[in-house]
């Protein structure tokens, strides 16, 4: 099976890549260093020539009010040109709860994303994951003032991304979900809470002071960012920190 990986070369792309690669199937990174532009459309119709399964993986260059555009604009080119090569199923990663947290320009736009996804031509699986670990120490470097590291107490659920991307390729390699898969890390923690582990690992010095208004987390409400009842990976933070 040949798999056409857009965003093939960044943190999740680039292990999922070679997950279907060592299963056998015929898996190929697109991404700017290949010569494939997904908002000015170069290089998409070579790239999903011959593709039985597109998987998108890009991601926005901004979190801000821009990232709608660059989210309707790179899926109505790639299903455009996928839906035209003959591909027969389209993949993309998206978060936990994004449905669920208007107030974030970011989270609208994946969820502009899915929808797009769902109304288009071509068969899809929709993979959400919750946070990376990979991303705990910039979501701290947002707050961090000084010695002092703001966080609100959000409930995460953080995974890493050996095991997001094993399920992404697991699910490439599979049947269409026409629907959503949920994946989570084994562990739920209050944000402050893992800030202050990941803070004391590094032994930085930093202190972290809870604060509910603190950071691009404190627009979500409630539990939204976890779900106990996805597919837990293997993980724990602890022995990934180690």
Do not use: C
């Amino acid at each position: 099976m040949k798999v056409a990986v857009f965003g093939g070369t960044g943190l999740i792309g680039s292990r999922v890549v070679s997950l279907l690669n060592a299963a056998g199937h015929e898996a190929v990174p697109h991404a700017q260093s290949t010569g494939v532009d997904v908002i000015e459309g170069t290089g998409i119709d070579e790239a999903v020539a011959g593709a039985d399964v597109v998987v998108n993986l890009t991601n926005s260059p901004t979190f801000d009010e821009a990232s709608p555009a660059f989210f309707r604009t790179s899926m109505d080119l790639l299903l455009t040109a996928a839906d035209r090569a003959g591909a027969r199923h389209f993949v993309v990663l998206s978060i936990v709860g994004v449905d669920q947290v208007p107030d974030l320009d970011y989270y609208r736009a994946k969820a502009l994303q899915e929808e797009i996804l769902a109304a288009g031509p071509i068969p899809y699986s929709i993979v959400r994951a919750t946070q990376f670990m990979e991303f705990v120490a910039a979501v701290l470097s947002w707050t961090t003032e000084g010695d002092t590291v703001r966080l609100p107490a959000t409930p995460i659920q953080p995974i890493a991304a050996a095991d997001v991307a094993g399920a992404v390729a697991e699910v490439a390699a599979g049947a269409p979900l026409n629907g959503i898969r949920d994946i989570a890390g084994p562990e739920i923690y209050p944000l402050d809470e893992l800030g202050r582990i990941t803070v004391a690992h590094a032994g930085d010095g930093r202190t972290v002071v809870t604060d509910p208004t603190a950071g691009m987390f404190a627009a979500v409400r409630g539990d939204v960012l976890t779900n106990p009842n996805a597919r837990l990976a293997a993980t724990r933070y602890a022995d990934w920190l180690g």
